[in-house]
T-cell receptor, first 113, second 113 residues
Framework: DGGITQSPKYLFRKEGQNVTLSCEQN?????MYWYRQDPGQGLRLIYY???????QKGDIAEGYSVSREKKESFPLTVTSAQKNPTAFYLC????????????FGAGSRLTVL | GDSVTQMEGPVTLSEEAFLTINCTYT??????LFWYVQYPGEGLQLLLK?????DKGSNKGFEATYRKETTSFHLEKGSVQVSDSAVYFC????????????FGTGTKLQVIP
């Protein structure tokens, strides 16, 4: 079945450590996105990529980095520069052009100890 | 900029009650409108959508009508079930260029037997 796989589902990190969240899709979608979800704040866009080898900052990119070397993969690194990294992270994709709908993965919950 | 405003939750209803979750938006141009649903511990799933004024989206007994004159997209269901308990997000996607999706803060619905 086509979909988006995020891993790990749960991740614990010590302060000062970088951590990478994986996002893989087999939908043949061109565009991929990373969102952060915090209680009471909805979803906020971190980074997005419309094609391979290209990505753009979203609304809250500081302290995060991404790469898009393959169409299927869009990993997110949460760096030590991110001041409040504990959150639920959601990866999504959409086919373009003219795509309307986002398909989401099941999410990764990061907790900084 | 674009924004989506949803009624604050949580909303608690008895089974078979009528549901309304209000959503209003601010956007330039002619956005597409969406309702996504998130079950506990999962990513978001598309519930329904409408792409132009007066369109009605419907799915699983839920409905929402795109009202351009009131910039609203309220979600309704005539008879809720315990299995409808989830967080509901209203969202819009602007037309043209990069298809950014803006989400509301989400409304938690709890249906009790």
């Amino acid at each position: 079945d086509g979909g988006i796989t995020q891993s790990p589902k749960y991740l614990f990190r010590k302060e000062g450590q970088n951590v990478t969240l994986s996002c893989e899709q087999n939908l043949n979608h061109d565009a991929m996105y990373w969102y952060r979800q915090d209680p009471g704040q909805g979803l906020r866009l971190i980074y997005y990529s419309q094609i391979v080898n290209d990505f753009q900052k979203g609304d809250i990119a500081e302290g995060y980095s991404v790469s898009r070397e393959k169409k299927e993969s869009f990993p997110l690194t949460v760096t030590s520069a991110q001041k409040n990294p504990t959150a639920f992270y959601l990866c999504a994709s959409s086919g373009i052009p003219g795509a309307n709908v986002l398909t989401f993965g099941a999410g990764s919950r990061l907790t900084v100890l | 900029g674009d924004s989506v405003t949803q009624m604050e939750g949580p909303v608690t209803l008895s089974e078979e009650a009528f549901l309304t979750i209000n959503c209003t938006y601010t956007a330039t141009g002619y956005p597409s409108l969406f309702w996504y649903v998130q079950y506990p511990g999962e990513g978001l799933q598309l519930l329904l959508k409408a792409t132009k004024a007066d369109d009605k989206g419907s799915n699983k007994g839920f409905e929402a009508t795109y009202r351009k004159e009131t910039t609203s997209f309220h979600l309704e269901k005539g008879s809720v079930q315990v299995s409808d308990s989830a967080v509901y997000f209203c969202a819009l996607r602007t037309s043209g260029g990069y298809q950014k999706v803006t989400f509301g803060t989400g409304t938690k619905l709890q249906v009790i037997p």
